[in-house]
């Protein structure tokens, strides 16, 4: 995409880098690891909070949910 810049939010990096580098990804599987992505992609940094639906989570993530 010309003249399209690419941006990132590194303030929460190093929560990835900690996860990555104790283990714990491997522990909760990729489902799970992009789950937490979608929603910490989703926080607002001023609260703390993210409310993300579920709808939301799995468009994003490409996980799908089963309604039952």
Do not use: Q, R
Not at 28 to 44: E, P, R
């Amino acid at each position: 995409m010309k003249g399209h810049k690419l941006s990132a939010e590194l303030t929460w990096f190093h929560v990835f880098k900690a996860m990555i580098d104790d283990g714990e990804v491997a522990k909760i599987g990729a489902s799970a690891f992009t789950t937490y992505c979608v929603i910490k992609s989703h926080t607002n940094f001023s609260t703390g909070v993210a409310f993300p639906s579920i709808e939301t989570i799995s468009e994003k993530s490409c996980i799908g949910h089963v309604v039952g």
